[in-house]
């Protein structure tokens, strides 16, 4: 697992404070600053005080966009510095976490060139009603474990949204704009379902990681090896446990698919190098493969036979889904990887690296990358596509989300330029929405972008 510094955009907020040329009060600025214990006062905050707190003139509509105001709110008017000036001088102070060093030239060079202008899905609303909140650990002084790995929205329709918020998982509907409670790991984590050989029990005040939504099924990961899920169609929490207890032990991802035959299957990647299979049925352990590395990211293919492993190792893997056998390696990332995802078609695997690039791959010719696209400045923390295959996003660890669209081999694409860490992304099922999570004290958020139709009534005046 990598750390990457980054400050919060409260601290440029006030004019007094802010020094241009004062890199403690800028977004690269004071390691320690930036850096919270578990105790840090973003972490001990209720959702309640949160809520009451935020205002809803503090949201942003595609009219008032339209019309001038920045799609987070930020009042660069009152600043005494411009956005674009301080784009320049964010670019320039960020500095992106190498476990491996490596030349920037030759990678560089294998890049592709992308046409960046392009408009797949506009900017409809920001709401600073719910946040993702991420997380970070400090072991030791001047020790830092970085937090998750971007997986904490999940979009399970175009208006609904589940995402994790200090210690609650929430659910968001862009419809009406409420935000409400489904599971609080503050308090008690109680299974309310008994599964006979499952190891379920109770849990308290878990640090969340890593989520995953899908098919009425929440599945939550915690930074102690904890695991929790939830279906949405049944009252309480089904399962709890700590799947891991080494003292490093965190649960990086956690990935809900389904087998060849048909079986909702529920894998987490760990620490401890191990990929755990659980049966979403009756939540039992039902196997589990061991790796040479901290594992940090796992997805399966559309067809349930193909799982992708991906960890601190230069090398990503493609394993049987049903043994964990080795199937291929992938080489050419030159540091860590920490996401994946796969093609609908079940033939293209994307990898997101801490050398900065996203790595395409045809598994029926793994030798090498179709393709390799680099991110602004940081490393490639999360990546999902659309449902129809269309298009491919991924994130930063900060202000940065890339649109890509495969049917263009991924030469056409659209940036997304925010400022603060970037909790998750998710495309809605229909591809109809993506959704980008700001985790920020003060500027914390959810933006919802559309999907851009050529043929839209209102194009045609």
Request: glycine share 6%; charged share 25%.
């Amino acid at each position: 697992m990598a750390q990457f510094q980054n400050q919060e955009l409260e601290y440029m907020i006030n004019d007094e404070y802010y020094d241009m040329t004062d890199s403690d009060s800028s977004f690269e600025g004071n390691h320690n600053h930036s850096r919270r214990s578990l105790t840090a006062d973003s972490m001990d905050s209720d959702f309640e005080d949160d809520f009451e707190q935020s205002k809803p003139k503090t949201d942003t509509s595609a009219e008032e966009a339209r019309k001038g105001k920045d799609i987070q709110g930020i009042p660069w008017e009152r600043l005494n510095f411009t956005r674009d000036k301080y784009r320049e001088t964010r670019l320039k102070q960020y500095k992106n976490y190498e476990n491996l060093p490596h030349s920037r030239e030759n990678l560089e060079k294998e890049c592709m060139k992308v046409d960046k202008g392009h408009n797949f899905y506009d900017f409809q609303f920001n709401t600073r009603l719910v946040k993702p909140t991420v997380v970070h650990f400090q072991f030791s002084p001047g020790s830092f474990e970085p937090g998750p790995l971007r997986n904490l929205l999940w979009a399970t329709s175009k208006h609904d949204l589940y995402l994790m918020q200090n210690y609650s998982v929430m659910h968001w509907s862009s419809l009406v704009k409420r935000g409400k409670e489904v599971i609080n790991v503050a308090m008690p984590v109680l299974p309310t379902l008994k599964y006979p050989g499952s190891f379920s029990r109770s849990l308290s005040r878990v640090q969340v990681s890593t989520m995953a939504v899908k098919d009425n099924l929440i599945v939550a990961g915690g930074f102690h090896g904890e695991l929790i899920c939830k279906y949405l169609n049944k009252p309480g929490v089904s399962f709890a446990t700590k799947i891991a207890t080494d003292d490093n032990a965190i649960t990086n991802s956690v990935d809900i698919s389904y087998s060849s035959s048909g079986s909702m299957r529920v894998m987490t990647a760990n620490n401890d190098a191990l990929i755990r299979v659980f049966d979403a049925d009756n939540f039992k352990c039902i196997d589990d493969f061991s790796f040479p590395w901290s594992v940090n990211d796992t997805s399966v293919s559309p067809d349930g036979k193909l799982l992708a492993v991906l960890g601190d190792s230069t090398e990503c893997l493609i394993a049987d889904a049903q043994s964990g056998k080795e199937i291929n390696k992938l080489k050419g990332h030159l540091d860590y990887s920490f996401a994946s995802a796969w093609h609908p078609n079940g033939q293209i695997i994307a990898t997101g690296n801490q050398d900065t690039t996203c790595r395409l791959w045809d598994i029926r010719n793994p030798s090498q990358s179709l393709a390799v696209l680099k991110g602004q400045m940081g490393a490639i923390r999360s990546i999902r596509f659309s449902s129809d295959g269309q298009y491919m996003a991924m994130a930063e660890p900060a202000d940065f989300v890339h649109i890509f669209d495969s049917q263009t081999g991924y030469v056409s694409g659209q940036e997304i330029d925010v400022f603060g860490e970037i909790g998750g992304i998710s495309f809605s099922p229909d591809a109809e929405a993506l959704f980008v999570g700001i985790s920020d004290r003060t500027y914390g958020s959810v933006l919802e972008f559309n999907r851009r139709h050529h043929n839209r009534y209102l194009e045609l005046f």
